[in-house]
């Protein structure tokens, strides 16, 4: 079979992926305000349990915050999803570089908190449930089937 010339490859053209940020960005908040909305809501709810939070200077840490629960300090990762896709949250839960997605490893972080915006649901993950992975799966609440870190909520 011939190939039309500029045929994509099972691979979206990148004038589609823009569209389709756009269509994101038009159905709610862009992912950045999503995400600082999640570190907000993230503090507010660390701090009204009696934990101490504190944010490293900089971007340069592959964590967002420092948590002293009283026994011990916690490097984590906040990350929020409002996207509700073929019934499940599909948290990315990786960093990028140069737009390749980069699982998290366990030098780097002690937790992956997931925040489902729409669910107000908080899902509080350890770095041995994430190694090697670029995204998790959550069922919405009251759904049948739980899903394999509802133990975490």
Do not use: D
């Given at each position: 079979m011939d190939k039309t010339?500029?045929?994509s490859r099972g691979r979206n053209p990148a004038s589609c992926q823009r569209s389709a940020r756009k269509a994101a960005r038009?159905?709610?908040?862009?992912?950045?305000?999503?995400g600082d909305l999640g570190e907000a809501a993230f503090v507010?709810?660390?701090?009204?349990?009696?934990?101490?939070?504190?944010?490293?200077?900089?971007?340069?840490?592959?964590?967002d915050f420092i948590v002293d629960g009283g026994s011990g300090l916690w490097?984590?990762?906040?990350?929020?999803?409002?996207?509700?896709l073929d019934g499940f949250y599909k948290v990315r839960i990786c960093r990028r570089k140069d737009g390749v997605?980069?699982?998290?490893t366990a030098s780097e972080i002690d937790f992956v908190l997931a925040c489902?915006?729409?669910?107000?649901?908080?899902?509080?993950?350890?770095v041995r449930e994430v190694v090697g992975r670029t995204s998790?799966?959550?069922?919405p609440k009251g759904f049948p089937r739980l899903d394999r870190h509802a133990h975490y909520r």
């Open positions: 010339k500029g045929a038009a159905r709610g908040l862009p992912g950045a305000k999503q507010y709810k660390a701090v009204s349990l009696g934990l101490v939070v504190a944010k490293p200077y900089g971007n340069m840490h592959r964590y490097r984590v990762q906040v990350k929020a999803c409002a996207t509700f997605p980069i699982a998290y489902i915006v729409p669910e107000q649901t908080w899902y509080v993950v350890p998790l799966s959550f069922r």
